[in-house]
């Protein structure tokens, strides 16, 4: 009750003067807020009044390629829903912005991961299990650069390299042409291959499924988004999908997190993760 009084006193703007300052913290679990208006910045103000949960990070280091090493060993956690989609805020330390694109470059990355159907029997949390599969949303800094409208080219990749000419930026091609396109495509061959890890980006999150290490697959459908932005410290991302199997208002189900360093070389399996925590919704009062 104390948590919906202080989220309505800055909803109303009665003043932050008789408002907690600092989140309240939720050790045993992720606490879900029930808020009537949706979430979409990682630094809107209500977070300051939703329950934190200090998700502790261990080596992913049951399956090749191993982290070895351990990295960011701490994920600070909130969450909010409308009763239909689900905004969970994912906050970490993480001194260098890792979020360039290329050969031997890794990204900063985060994701959440939940069990694709309700049972009492839970997969394992080391992305699920033949016949058991887990629902993952993942966001990439890269990703979230590309949506933030750095530029698709070799410049803005690579600084300090220096372009004399390419044929499809030649004068007497109209921009936007069917010829200019199709010169592009010849130096732009995965995007040309359809392939959807490269190019410009609407979203910088993907849905997934995996049913065990090595499964990962895209998801038939893509429902998520988010958003990330640098902070002093690190990251802060804010992901929002509908409500997982098994989560309703009142409810517990479980969630389990992954952080990724790219200053650490870590990308894929190389990875800190969490084991499966509990993560309750809140009713509306």
């Known amino acids: 009750m104390f948590r919906k009084l202080a989220i309505l006193c800055w ?24 808020l009537d208006r949706p979430v979409t910045e990682p630094n809107d103000p209500v ?21 070895l090493k351990p990295s960011i060993t701490a994920v600070r956690v909130q969450g909010v829903s409308d ?38 029997d839970l997969p394992a949390p080391q992305m699920g299990e033949t016949g058991r599969a887990v629902q993952i949303v993942y966001w990439s800094a890269s990703w979230q650069a590309s949506v933030d409208g750095r530029a698709d080219d070799i410049k803005a990749l690579y600084p300090g390299a220096s372009v004399d000419h390419y044929p499809f930026e030649a004068a007497p091609l109209e921009p936007g042409s069917q010829r200019q396109k199709e010169l592009a495509e010849l130096y732009a061959p995965a995007r040309a291959l359809g392939n959807p890890m490269q190019g410009p980006r609407a979203q910088p999150v993907e849905d997934l499924l995996a049913e065990g290490p090595g499964t990962l697959s895209p998801a038939l459908q893509s429902v998520s ?29 479980q969630v389990a997190f992954a952080v990724w360093q790219g ?17 309750f919704l809140e009713e509306r009062s």
């Open 83 to 120: 009763g239909v989609q689900l905004t969970l805020r994912l906050e970490w330390e993480d001194p260098s912005r890792d979020d360039l694109p290329g050969a031997a470059r890794f990204s900063d990355a985060c994701a959440v991961q939940f069990p694709a159907a309700a049972a009492a």
């Open 263 to 279: 200053a650490n070389q870590e990308v894929g399996a190389r990875k800190m993760r969490s084991v499966w925590i509990p993560i």
């Open 11 to 34: 909803i109303v703007g009665v003043g932050l003067a008789g408002c907690v300052q600092q989140p309240p913290s939720s050790p045993s679990e992720v606490t879900v807020v029930a």
């Open 225 to 253: 988004k988010g958003r990330g932005v640098r902070t002093e410290a690190g990251w802060a991302v804010i992901l929002e999908r509908p409500l997982p199997p098994g989560l309703r208002p009142g409810e517990r189900s």
């Open 47 to 67: 977070w300051s009044q939703v329950p934190v949960h200090s998700a502790n990070l261990i080596l992913q280091d049951m399956v090749e390629p191993r982290l």
